[in-house]
């Protein structure tokens, strides 16, 4: 498996999980005080998907394999399973708090990415990438710092 299929699989599996788990937290938000952060929270499930499938999309380019979905021990690995817990009835300080943990995981993962040798066509994604997912990780630590 060469460096950049098992970055892009392993970003990849990340991605589509915090798809999923942005997903849920929009659909957990919708039914609480804070509906207003509802449909914030599926513009960040989307982006993940576009990122997803821009990876997906160079990955096949190179012949390489990429995960079909997420799954449930890389979603525990990779921190979003904090937010499909949290999802479970609890508040939505505890939804907001759950997805800053799985934002700082996804933000980690990028910076572990980067620090591998890809290739250039790769890193130049993963840089343009990074720094929307850094700001979504922001935005989301101010929202829960706000709550």
């Given at each position: 498996m060469s460096t950049d299929e098992k970055t892009t699989s392993d970003l990849?599996?990340?991605l589509k999980n915090g798809e999923e788990g942005f997903q849920k937290a929009a659909e957990k938000l919708s039914d609480t005080p804070?509906?207003?952060?509802s449909a914030e929270f599926m513009t960040?499930?989307?982006q993940r998907a576009r990122f997803s499938a821009e990876l997906a999309k160079v990955a096949h380019a190179y012949g390489d394999?990429?995960?079909e979905r997420s799954?449930?021990?890389g979603a525990v690995h990779r921190g979003w399973i904090a937010v499909k817990d949290a999802l479970s009835g609890s508040s939505p300080d505890a939804v907001l708090k759950a997805a800053v943990t799985g934002e700082d995981h996804a933000v980690s993962e990028y910076e572990?990415?980067?620090k591998a040798e890809i290739s250039d066509e790769l890193r130049a994604i993963l840089t343009r990438q990074f720094s929307e997912v850094s700001a979504t990780r922001n935005r989301v630590k101010a929202l829960a710092?706000?709550?």
């Open positions: 990849i599996e990340t804070r509906k207003d952060l960040y499930s989307q394999d990429v995960p799954t449930i021990p572990d990415a980067m710092e706000q709550s």
